[in-house]
């Protein structure tokens, strides 16, 4: 398994660009999210969803699309990158919460963005 | 809403001593998780240890352990025999029963010499 990856790692944008940061697992998760960590700011939720064709929105989603067509992959776009989504991103996956044992989140290495 | 409170933004401590981190949380629901993450330089996140509010036993995981006072709603993380691999920031986390969201506070950094 190659668990929870993201790609890329790093990524420069200048403002006004478009771009997607791609997040998959291969753990058959129903559970995926996005975070953004920022300093002093702890990890934030931007959009989650619980199976395909299912999303919502976190505590940060302005400025950020998600969707999910298949039960691996949750994309997260960026339509008109600002210098404040300059961050770093988070995906994790896990079985559906909520009341369940199998709850532990698993997390995805990271992506750094840098909007200039 | 939920929140989640991490008072020392910073700690240190010396190898093979113990250590305790602190973090507080406010809720009215009565059914949740807590947790523990770590985040080494590499930028991973990595589980700690998980307690369940339901338990009055505290959660231990090896070197590990956590002091859950529901009512005091207090979640302290104790590390023993303290390793240089232990440094990283510690993330303390909520989710309800009811959603499922993680609430993370704002870390603390814990550094640790030899």
């Known amino acids: 398994n190659a668990g929870v990856t993201q790609t890329p790692k790093f990524q420069v944008l200048k403002t006004g660009q478009s771009m997607t940061l791609q997040c998959a697992q291969d753990m058959n998760h129903e559970y995926m999210s996005w975070y953004r960590q920022d300093p002093g700011m702890g990890l934030r939720l931007i959009h989650y969803?619980?199976?395909?064709?299912?999303?919502d929105q976190g505590e940060v989603p302005n400025g950020y699309n998600v969707s999910r067509s298949t039960t691996e992959d949750f994309p997260l776009r960026l339509l008109s990158a600002a210098p404040s989504q300059t961050s770093v991103y988070f995906c994790?996956?896990?079985?559906?919460?909520?009341?369940?044992?199998?709850?532990?989140?698993?997390f995805g290495p990271g992506t750094r963005l840098t909007v200039l | 809403a939920q929140t989640v409170t991490q008072s020392q933004p910073e700690m240190s401590v010396q190898e093979a001593e113990t250590v305790t981190l602190s973090c507080t949380y406010d809720t009215s629901e009565n059914n949740y998780y807590l947790f523990w993450y770590k985040q080494p330089p590499s930028r991973q996140m990595i589980l700690v240890i998980r307690q369940e509010a339901y338990k009055q036993q505290n959660a231990t995981e090896n070197r590990f352990s956590v002091n859950f006072q529901k009512a005091a709603k207090s979640f302290s993380l104790k590390i023993s025999d303290s390793q240089l691999g232990d440094t990283a920031m510690y993330f303390c986390a909520f989710m309800s029963y009811n959603t499922d969201k993680l609430i993370f506070g704002t870390g603390t950094r814990l550094q640790v010499f030899p």
């Open positions: 969803s619980v199976g395909a064709g299912i999303t």
């Open positions: 994790a996956s896990s079985y559906v919460l909520a009341g369940s044992s199998y709850n532990e989140q698993f």
